[in-house]
């Protein structure tokens, strides 16, 4: 079992930063890869980010350049670091694991934290 916890959502505004954490429990936290996802109000949740076991990275395109996915094995930590933000990035962000190569499906992700926030205001 793992469980998250996400921290660090709030309101910026656009051009702002900001950095969500995601706090794993269990003790396989390193080999699994770990997501972001988000979802708008009345949209499907969508990809952002992922970091596989060994580090690779993948990104949508909407967030290419703008947002860094990081994680500390040792910590039992996933960030998102988002730059640039623009009023389209407004979402709950939801970190997510699964034992899969850094997917961008929701579907292949076991566990799930409860969400956190992110408004930007332009």
């Known amino acids: 079992q793992v469980q998250l916890v996400e921290s660090g959502g709030g309101l910026v505004q656009a051009g702002g930063s900001l950095r969500l954490s995601c706090a794993a429990s269990g003790r396989t936290f390193s080999s699994y890869s770990m997501g972001w996802f988000r979802q708008a109000p009345g949209k499907e949740r969508e990809f952002v980010a992922a970091i596989r076991w060994n580090g690779s990275t993948y990104y949508a395109d909407s967030v290419k350049g703008r947002f860094t996915i990081s994680r500390d094995n040792a910590k039992k930590t996933v960030y998102l670091q988002m730059n640039s933000l623009r009023p389209e990035d407004t979402a709950v962000y939801f970190c997510?694991?699964?034992?899969?190569?850094?997917?961008?499906?929701?579907?292949?992700?076991?566990?799930w934290g409860q969400g956190t926030q992110v408004t930007v205001s332009s």
């Open positions: 997510a694991a699964g034992r899969n190569d850094g997917s961008s499906r929701p579907v292949l992700y076991d566990y």
